[in-house]
């Protein structure tokens, strides 16, 4: 599909951004891209000036929450250029997020052309390393209706925003940050929606996210609904642990989201000659880990996040059990953060083949 470019809006000077004084999620890029789809097609590609939608107080996004979203990363190479760190995966589960929403799909072409149009368009957005260009795919269903039936328009659109530490403080190496455990609250449960990209997934986090923040916890970990409470994953990204020198992650499954990042993460360390064990833990068994100190490091790892290393769990009882030294991230979390980090930014070879390089963009 062709998609039509108004680029007249002002670019910043190339340079300006400084990737250690941004707030993640904050500063939006000049332009964005938005198609509608209409009588059962994709309509009217652009790339024009951000600016505000209209949307009938009707519409059926704001009723029955029917829209999903994808996160990825653009990162400026060594040579000038810019590189995105595999969009192919986002693009399969914007698909996968939209069937099961009873959304239409997106062709990955369009998808990535969507993107590779826009990241062009404002090149002078991408911070120089440790920032990146943070790349927010969404869609939502646009028909004034207050029925419950899937929608017959929709909206996808695509905004970047130059991004640095997801987590405050955490600006160089892998950071680290503090867990709320969450024991009464969970996200998914067999045959939802955990394992898709859905704006209710993360609805349904907001409220024990902010407790947590209040308990001076950056995450909140879920659990599942089984009576043995095995943990699943954190509110906005992947949990992985160290134990006796293995990498352990809960097996992918219909209550967790299939991260990039976590397959990535999974390779580098099969890579690294790291054993890797898919296994999910009871709660008592985190417990008894972490306080035996059989394991010695946890580790948040998504798009935004990268790879942080978790300091401290809490309990909601305010017990509170320390990671290792809760010092800073360990070692095995601090290599697989440079591993990540050094493919990424084009300092390692990528021998998985995972940048798709951005054309025509060379940054001063
Ligand atoms: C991402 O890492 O891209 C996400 O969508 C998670 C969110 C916490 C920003």
Request: no cysteine; net charge negative; proline share 8%.
């Given at each position: 599909m062709q998609i039509i470019k108004d680029l007249s809006a002002d670019p910043v000077a190339a340079?300006?951004?400084?990737p250690t004084k941004i707030a993640f999620g904050k500063t939006f890029s000049r332009h964005s891209f938005v198609a509608e789809f209409q009588d059962g097609a994709w309509q009217s590609a652009r790339i024009a000036a951000i600016e505000p939608f209209s949307l009938h107080p009707g519409a059926l996004v704001l009723h029955y929450a029917q829209s999903i979203f994808e996160g990825l990363k653009a990162f400026a190479q060594p040579d000038g250029g810019v590189a995105l760190f595999r969009p192919e995966r986002n693009a399969r589960r914007f698909q996968a997020s939209a069937a099961r929403m009873a959304m239409p799909r997106v062709?990955?072409?369009?998808?990535?052309?969507?993107?590779?149009?826009?990241?062009?368009?404002?090149?002078?957005?991408?911070?120089?390393?440790?920032?990146?260009?943070?790349?927010?795919?969404?869609?939502?269903?646009?028909q004034p209706y207050i029925g419950v039936r899937s929608s017959t328009d929709f909206k996808f659109f695509v905004v970047t925003l130059p991004a640095a530490a997801y987590f405050p403080g955490s600006d160089s190496g892998a950071g680290a940050v503090d867990v709320l455990i969450s024991e009464s609250v969970v996200r998914a449960f067999p045959g939802g929606t955990g394992n898709v990209k859905t704006a209710a997934n993360y609805a349904i986090t907001l409220q024990v996210t902010s407790k947590a923040a209040a308990a001076g916890c950056g995450q909140v970990l879920f659990l599942d609904s089984s009576p043995a409470r095995r943990v699943e994953e954190l509110g906005g990204m992947n949990v992985l642990f160290v134990e006796n020198g293995s990498l352990v992650t809960p097996p992918l499954n219909d209550t967790i989201l299939p991260g990039v990042i976590r397959d990535s993460v999974?390779?580098?360390?099969?890579?690294?000659?790291?054993?890797?064990r898919e296994y999910a833990y009871t709660l008592k068994e985190l417990q008894e880990g972490l306080q035996s100190g059989k394991i010695t490091e946890a580790i948040a790892c998504g798009t935004a996040a990268v790879v942080t290393g978790i300091r401290r769990f809490h309990l909601e009882s305010g017990v509170t059990i320390p990671v290792g030294d809760a010092a800073r991230p360990g070692p095995v979390t601090s290599a697989l953060f440079e591993h990540l980090q050094g493919i990424q930014y084009g300092w390692l070879p990528d021998k998985h083949g995972w940048l798709m390089r951005v054309d025509g963009v060379h940054l001063d």
């Open positions: 340079g300006r951004i400084d062709d990955e072409s369009l998808f990535l052309d969507a993107i590779l149009g826009l990241v062009s368009a404002d090149y002078a957005y991408i911070p120089r390393f440790p920032g990146s260009l943070y790349i927010r795919p969404a869609m939502i269903a646009t999974l390779q580098l360390a099969k890579d690294q000659g790291l054993p890797v």
